[in-house]
């Protein structure tokens, strides 16, 4: 089951069908993995006080993944991504809030079922996933462009 929560209202006023673009990326990136996904569309403030709070970093960021300890299945983490600073990141890439919303939605799910990009090998194996699953969505390569600072 993936549930998702909206907290800010800039999410719904930028894109009405904002549950169902989260759900569908979700949902994709967990396959057939069986598992319930939480998911809070938050604004910027929300997101850095869970930031610093979370991992000391006193800023906001596009996406935060807290993957649920094994004994916790079949809960298998939570999202929470901020609307500022992915509609700010979307905006100067040139890309749909859409689209990078799915791109971000999909990197999450991804790190709740184990993926990271700390080391080069992993980051690349992680990238070719989001790849291969946003292009099923009809979503260009996210990594055509820079991006500015990586969940």
């Known amino acids: 089951m993936i549930e998702v929560e909206i907290d800010d209202g800039a999410w719904s006023a930028a894109l009405p069908d904002v549950a169902a673009v989260v759900e569908r990326a979700a949902s994709l990136a967990l396959g057939d993995t069986r598992g319930d996904v939480v998911i809070l569309l938050a604004d ?74 700390e080391i080069d090998n992993e980051a ?15 979503i260009a390569d996210p990594y055509s462009v820079d991006e500015p600072d990586r969940a």
Request: glycine content about 6%; proline content about 4%; charged content about 20%.
């Open 124 to 138: 690349e194996a992680m990238e070719a996933e989001e790849r291969r699953l946003l292009a099923s969505l009809g």
């Open 44 to 117: 910027d403030a929300h997101v850095q006080q869970i930031n610093a709070q979370f991992r000391d970093k006193d800023r906001p960021t596009n996406v935060l993944s807290f993957p649920a300890p094994d004994s916790a299945r079949p809960h298998l983490g939570d999202l929470i991504l901020a609307y500022g600073v992915c509609a700010a990141e979307a905006a100067e890439q040139g890309k749909s809030l859409s689209d990078h919303l799915s791109h971000m939605t999909v990197h999450g799910v991804l790190h709740l079922l184990g993926h990271d990009h």
